[in-house]
DNA sequence: TTGACAGCAGAACGCTCGTTCTTTAGGATG
DNA sequence: CATCCTAAAGAACGAGCGTTCTGCTGTCAA
């Protein structure tokens, strides 16, 4: 799971650690550590935090600043998972962060989100109601899923190419392939979808 | 929505820290902030900071630390649906902002992800590979979509009455309805599916 | 053409931060 | 009972940090 598991005394400052993150949304000063840790020594908080490096737990900037790495986040799910002996690998899950936002969203400030309307995607399991996860940019890969301006109009789909031409297919029969005439806008990528029941 | 609109350019700045947040989780110095805002003056990072206080994007701790406010992290929701035609920029549009998480997790202590795997829901557009959202509680009603126990495995399926007993209904056809004998255990209810795509 | 202001650069400063080194107290080992 | 080792405390220090002030442009309105 890590480099090397910390000690039990080390995962006791990991989880206040993780709870002051959690609250705060970063990482204090030694100083401030002193406090969280209940310990007095700078020193000390140093050399904890060095260990929980080792372990994998935070990382530095480039900068010499402590930030917390993947491992920081993962969330102890597999205790049910194991018990109930879920077929699914508990080490494939571990490194995910619960906050869903941090694991579908790479660049905040050209992602979007938009509700999908109709069913035109339904075999690529996108239903009217999803949200779809669009990161704003006008490249895209063959088989990308992307948002594309067709008559003034988003419409989701698959791009593909067709003797050298691009064309925009959807995931359900009963829909046209769409063959634009002239250039094809792309307003963005598809990478994420949210689905909410009930 | 927010204390006061941050201005076009405070509004770039605003996307780089947040860019600059995604990726290494924290706020950096004043003179660390000046590379990534592509200028030269600490003094003006300070305003630009200030400013984006008064907006409601960040914060501070007690004592004096940049963090970033829950503002920071909401995400922009268009208000039309992909295929509604709209001509307009989604990013142009004034949306809807919100948090992934808070939206599709109400009760965080008991709620779990689950990464989903076969195609036995493939009909009701859940596929190999989506993360499951459930929330844990044994009582679920007919029709929603449930994770119960089965022979000491996790399955996901529709819950469904057939004849005064409990049945789990597959979306795909190439499988078996399940008809637990005795009791059916039942881990937890469905709330929320997430897709992550490439 | 003057002035006001927005947008930034640059310097100056005191204080805090991270780092390193030394010391100490208690438990385990032998 | 000597000696390790662990778990801290504490001091000392220089670099870097945040803050404040002043200066320098360009723009726009009067």
Chains 1, 2 share one sequence.
Do not use: H
């Not at 790479?106 to 035109?120: A, E, L, N, Q, R």
């Not at 996108?126 to 063959?142: Q, S, Y």
């Amino acid at each position: 799971m890590s480099d090397s598991d910390p000690s039990a005394r080390d995962a006791e400052y990991l989880a206040k650690l993780q709870d002051y993150y959690a609250s705060w949304k970063s990482i204090p000063s030694y100083a401030a550590l002193c406090e969280v840790f209940g310990i007095a020594s700078k020193s000390w908080v140093k050399a904890i935090l060095d260990r929980l490096e080792k372990a994998g737990f935070v990382e530095r900037t480039p900068d010499g600043m402590w930030i917390p790495s993947r491992q920081f986040f993962a969330r102890p799910f597999a205790e049910s998972a194991v018990q109930a002996g879920m077929p699914v690998a508990v080490s494939e899950t571990q490194g995910d962060y619960f906050v869903i936002d941090e694991m579908l969203i790479d660049k905040p400030s050209t992602t979007t989100m938009i509700p999908v309307k109709g069913d035109s995607m339904i075999d690529a399991g996108i239903r009217e109601g999803d949200i779809a996860v669009v990161e704003k940019r006008n490249l895209a890969n063959i088989g990308d899923i992307v948002v594309a301006i067709v008559d003034n109009e988003f419409t989701l789909k698959t791009l593909d190419k067709e003797r050298g031409q691009y064309i925009l297919r959807p995931a359900n029969p009963a829909f046209p392939v769409i063959r634009p005439q002239g250039t094809l806008e792309i307003f963005g990528v598809l990478v994420g979808l949210i689905r909410k029941y009930k």
